[in-house]
């Protein structure tokens, strides 16, 4: 359990994994796979497959638990009672046996994860499924500024689930933040709409999926509609993952790690077994053929080197970016967690324009500035503006100053 102190490492930790997640992602999907010297070449388009190596990323925390235990087996002695010597009965062994043979704090605290019950953590797994599975089907209709735009719905969601399921309270000038949060993602998206880059067009150009404007016969307004509403539904799942995660690891002792590596099984299995069906029912037709339920093009694509070299590093960095998400849950709040995950979009752009993947624009200046200084609001680094949204009182649902376990 992450103490007060620790939540500001973790929030580091958790940008620096989100950052480096987004960014090994957006790489993989700009690799052509086939017909790269041709005149339409094919990238790789394979959200199915990614959902699947995200999970197995996750699934990786289990080895870093085996090797956590290995070496505390290893570095632990025996004690002199364990190797045969007999103990002077004195004041200070009675103490501490008597520490020793007390019962642990969370064995009659009641746990919602405890024993088979922990089968509940498939739920956010499979919002999770949902949630990315939406996205990344949007992403392939809209345009990456309408995408953020539509993403940046997010903390909303999860504010209002939070306060409708967890029985949360959250004062005025965090509702304002969050709005503050919103409008500062769209901006950002907006000044991406108004100047998009010419690289990104010429890139999207070459990929089949995006290019074919007559793709099942929608017009250019109806795929922008139909993208907003799968990426805004997308949210909704995202929003109750992290609601449910909250009030999981609120009502139980299992640590953020364990609750990650449960999360990859659960979502493994579940992507696994829709993979394996609807190759058989779309993959091998004419029409899904080289699609990204065609489960033998999805293979032959990953394993290739510069594919396969970003799908590792994309499993290391969504594990870590995961564990420290969720002991930001633990030790702070599921819509603090979320706010503090939008800032991701800054440093993915500080980052870009380094590479050359993006353009400046001074719009996008505003808006982050917007949403940096909406984010810090709400999680009470800066005071509100006005005095009138100001309070006395710390804010317990932000940084609660004992670990949730021993409130």
């Given at each position: 359990m992450?103490?007060?102190?620790?939540?500001?490492?973790?929030?580091?930790?958790?940008?620096?994994?989100?950052?480096?997640?987004?960014?090994?992602?957006?790489?993989?999907?700009?690799?052509?796979?086939?017909?790269?010297?041709?005149?339409?070449?094919?990238?790789?388009?394979?959200?199915v497959?990614?959902?699947?190596?995200?999970?197995?990323?996750?699934?990786?925390?289990w080895l870093v638990i085996a090797l956590m235990a290995a070496y505390r087996r290893i570095v632990s002695r025996p004690s002199p009672e364990e190797r045969g010597y007999e103990t002077v009965n004195t004041t200070e062994n009675a103490e501490h046996e008597e520490h020793r043979n007390r019962p642990k704090p969370d064995g009659d605290c009641p746990s919602v994860l405890r024993g088979f019950?922990?089968?509940?953590?498939?739920?956010?797994?499979?919002?999770?499924?949902?949630?990315?599975?939406?996205?990344?089907?949007?992403?392939?209709?809209?345009?990456?500024?309408?995408?953020?735009m539509t993403r940046g719905a997010l903390v909303l969601f999860v504010g209002l689930f939070s306060v409708m399921f967890l029985r949360r309270h959250l004062h005025l000038f965090q509702w304002l933040s969050l709005v503050g949060v919103v409008l500062g993602v769209a901006v950002v998206g907006l000044a991406g709409a108004i100047w998009p880059d010419e690289k990104q067009i010429s890139q999207n150009g070459g990929s089949s999926l995006v290019d074919d404007g007559s793709s099942g016969g929608l017009s250019d307004a109806a795929r922008a509609v139909i993208g907003v509403l799968l990426i805004a539904g997308a949210q909704i799942f995202t929003a109750t993952q992290f609601v449910l995660e909250e009030w999981m690891l609120e009502n139980s002792t299992i640590a953020p790690i364990k609750v990650v590596g449960w999360e990859g099984i659960f979502g493994f299995s579940v992507t696994?077994?829709?993979?394996?069906?609807?190759?058989?029912?779309?993959?091998?037709?004419?029409?899904?053929?080289?699609?990204?339920?065609?489960?033998?093009?999805?293979?032959r694509q990953i394993s290739q080197p510069k594919i396969w070299t970003s799908s590792v590093l994309?499993?290391?960095?969504?594990?870590?970016?995961?564990?420290?998400?969720?002991?930001?849950?633990?030790?702070?709040?599921?819509?603090?967690?979320?706010?503090?995950?939008?800032?991701?979009?800054?440093?993915?752009?500080?980052?870009?324009?380094?590479?050359?993947?993006?353009?400046?624009?001074?719009?996008?200046?505003?808006?982050?500035?917007?949403?940096?200084?909406?984010t810090f609001v709400f999680?009470?680094?800066?005071?509100?503006?006005?005095?009138?949204?100001?309070?006395?009182?710390?804010?317990?649902?932000?940084?609660?100053?004992?670990?949730?376990?021993?409130?």
């Open positions: 992450a103490s007060r102190a620790a939540v500001p490492f973790l929030v580091t930790m958790m940008l620096v994994t989100g950052v480096c997640n987004t960014l090994l992602t957006k790489y993989q999907d700009n690799q052509c796979v086939r017909d790269c010297h041709g005149k339409r070449p094919q990238l790789f388009e394979q959200p497959l990614q959902t699947a190596q995200m999970f197995v990323g996750e699934m990786g925390c019950r922990v089968v509940l953590l498939a739920l956010p797994a499979i919002c999770d499924i949902c949630g990315t599975t939406l996205m990344n089907a949007g992403l392939l209709l809209v345009a990456a500024s309408i995408y953020q696994l077994l829709v993979m394996v069906v609807m190759h058989f029912l779309v993959g091998r037709t004419e029409a899904g053929r080289y699609g990204p339920f065609d489960m033998a093009e999805g293979i994309i499993m290391i960095s969504i594990g870590g970016f995961n564990f420290f998400g969720l002991s930001v849950t633990r030790s702070v709040s599921a819509t603090s967690r979320s706010t503090i995950d939008t800032c991701r979009t800054l440093f993915i752009w500080i980052v870009s324009l380094g590479l050359g993947w993006e353009s400046f624009k001074l719009l996008q200046i505003v808006g982050f500035a917007l949403l940096v200084y909406s999680n009470g680094i800066v005071q509100p503006p006005l005095e009138s949204l100001r309070i006395n009182e710390e804010v317990e649902e932000l940084l609660p100053e004992e670990p949730i376990e021993h409130q």
